[in-house]
């Protein structure tokens, strides 16, 4: 089974610094790979994602990750975060051939203006 | 696009009752529906997959009847926590399949006392 691992899970940091959150999974094959927030009180939202393609993918609000297969790695960057990017953050995995999702445990951010 | 509602935010039981949530795809059809459940500061575990027209595939340890799937049409999919036990308590988060991309909906907070 697949498996996701997230790790610091709690990151606290100033606004206007860098953020990189860490993803690496099990799965040796072809994968999908997501990276998910939650506001507070709010749904789970996509940030960005990959199928394929370009391994520099770009989503929204700033937020771009990077698919590195020989590391099984996606790890998500923000180069200027703001005190609103204060979130829970998850990166989910699914194999190509089947829509269902791992999950990591998720980072909580926080953003101190 | 892509919106998942789910009805209803919050529910508040007796132990022993029985409590629905439904789960639909506002403006896109969705075979596949997913059921997942989500404990205070953890991720997202996968409860099942809920398929229109046939039997929903549960997650291992997840009991079928007690978390009983209906997916009738192809924007609705239902979820019914029979005999609700206070350990039932949780946050339950459907999401729907749209061009090979999970949406979620915003999740039903359930209390049994």
């Known amino acids: 089974a697949q498996s996701v691992s997230q790790h610091n899970h709690h990151v606290i940091l100033s606004e206007a610094a860098s953020l990189e959150l860490g993803c690496n999974y099990s799965?040796?094959?072809?994968?999908?790979l997501f990276w998910y927030v939650q506001y507070p009180g709010q749904h789970l939202q996509l940030l960005l994602k990959y199928f394929s393609g370009d391994p520099l993918v770009k989503g929204i609000k700033g937020f771009e990750a990077e698919f590195i297969k020989s590391k099984f790695s996606f790890n998500l960057r923000k180069p200027s975060v703001q005190w609103s990017d204060t979130a829970e953050y998850f990166c989910a995995v699914n194999d190509g051939g089947n829509n269902r999702l791992a999950f990591g445990k998720g980072n909580q951010v926080v953003v101190i203006p | 696009g892509a919106v998942v509602s789910q009805h209803p935010s919050w529910v508040i039981c007796k132990s022993g009752t029985s409590v629905k949530i439904e789960c639909r795809s506002l403006?896109?059809?969705?075979?596949?529906m997913f059921w997942y459940r989500q404990f205070p500061k953890q991720s997202l575990m996968l409860m099942a997959t809920s398929n229109e027209g046939s039997k929903a595939t549960y997650e291992q340890g997840v009991e079928k009847d007690k978390f009983l799937i209906n997916h009738a049409s192809l924007t609705l999919s239902t979820l019914t926590v029979t005999s609700a036990h206070p350990e039932d308590s949780s946050f339950y988060i459907c999401?729907?399949?749209?061009?090979?991309?999970?949406?979620f909906g915003p999740g039903t907070r359930l209390l049994v006392l």
């Open positions: 799965y040796g094959g072809t994968v999908n």
């Open positions: 403006d896109f059809q969705a075979t596949t």
């Open positions: 999401s729907a399949i749209s061009k090979e991309t999970q949406y």
